[in-house]
């Protein structure tokens, strides 16, 4: 009996073993872009929740903008551009193992008249803190020229010390196109380990913060009334009234604890209005916020202590 002879597969048909792949392919890809809005929405919140926590709020009062992805660069990207204006990436800063872009989104078309388009890039880090310190490094300084700002782009004097759990900020600079700002905000959340960059040219201009006078210290003849109108268990003595002791002072300001005060030293009134005893030394400092207290410990050593009244 002859054998029988396997089915092969028609002329231009495929096998069933290609097929099978085939399908494992088209399920490969319909992951995609699952992932792409996941990574998305939890980017979202970093721009929704965790920038308007710190006081960055860059959508204002108008409903979240739509956006779109785009491709990513297989090793990243090298700058962040708008328009004529370019900054190096976190990219650029980034060692090995430390993280790695996720996402790229931007803002439609239509919405780029406004502000020239944001931009948002999408990280997975991890050490989020040395990370961003290590961008604030570069960024910062002098050749690169963005400053610390807040909302309303007035400059920070102070860098911020940075947590991984979460955080935020914005750096911006005068942009190339007149009556804009570059700027960055950079928010971050140890939750899900992201950490979100965006990037616009809206129009602003950089201003410095307005320099506060410190208050003028109060005059010795007004630290003497307020001292003589305290009861006197608030300066650890006894009696019903100031009235029972001398009030003098040196002249001059000594400095405790960095604080300017003056030094007063307090006696108490004899009988024949005679000058009796020092009972206590305070400082009392120029804006009427400290008192110190000088006392001598059991080695007969000066120490000075802060009045609590």
Same mark, same amino acid.
């Given at each position: ?12 048909? +495929? *096998? /069933? ?5 085939? #399908? =494992? @392919? ?38 979240? +903008? *739509? /956006? ?5 660069? #297989? =090793? @990243? ?26 996402a790229l989104r931007t803002t439609p078309e239509q919405s780029k008249a406004e502000e020239e388009g944001r931009h948002t890039y999408i990280y997975e880090v991890n050490g989020n803190a040395a990370i961003v310190n290590r961008y604030l490094d570069l960024v910062l300084s002098g050749e690169v020229g963005f ?8 400059i920070q004097e102070e860098r911020p010390e940075l947590v991984d759990e979460e955080g935020a900020l914005m750096v911006a600079k005068a942009s190339a196109v007149e009556g804009k700002v570059f700027q960055m905000a950079i928010g971050w959340s140890l939750e899900n380990n992201m950490l979100a960059v965006r ?111």
């Amino acid at each position: 009996m002859p054998k029988k002879k396997k089915k092969t597969a028609a002329e231009g048909e +495929e *096998p /069933q073993e290609g097929k099978k792949k085939k #399908k =494992k @392919g088209k399920k490969k890809l319909l992951l995609i872009p699952v992932a792409l809005i996941l990574v998305a929405a939890v980017a979202a919140a970093v721009i929704l929740l965790i920038l308007p926590r710190f006081g960055i709020n860059l959508l204002g009062d108008k409903e979240q +903008e *739509p /956006q779109i992805e785009e491709p990513i660069p #297989k =090793k @990243g990207v090298e700058a962040y551009t708008v328009g004529e204006d370019t900054v190096a990436s976190l990219d650029t800063i980034l060692e090995e193992g430390e993280g790695e872009l996720l996402a790229l989104r931007t803002t439609p078309e239509q919405s780029k008249a406004e502000e020239e388009g944001r931009h948002t890039y999408i990280y997975e880090v991890n050490g989020n803190a040395a990370i961003v310190n290590r961008y604030l490094d570069l960024v910062l300084s002098g050749e690169v020229g963005f400053s610390l700002v807040d909302e309303n782009y007035v400059i920070q004097e102070e860098r911020p010390e940075l947590v991984d759990e979460e955080g935020a900020l914005m750096v911006a600079k005068a942009s190339a196109v007149e009556g804009k700002v570059f700027q960055m905000a950079i928010g971050w959340s140890l939750e899900n380990n992201m950490l979100a960059v965006r990037i616009s040219v809206p129009e602003a201009q950089l201003r410095k913060p307005e320099k506060v006078e410190p208050p003028k210290p109060a005059s010795l003849s007004e630290q003497l009334d307020t001292i003589q109108t305290m009861h006197p268990s608030e300066l650890g003595l006894s009696g019903r009234s100031m009235d029972q002791y001398e009030v003098l002072s040196t002249t001059g300001f000594v400095k405790v604890d960095d604080i300017l005060c003056r030094r007063f030293t307090i006696y108490e009134k004899t009988g024949d209005d005679k000058r009796g005893d020092i009972v206590k030394v305070v400082y009392f400092s120029g804006d009427q916020q400290h008192m110190f207290q000088q006392e001598t410990d059991e080695n007969g050593k000066l120490i000075i202590t802060e009045l609590v009244t």
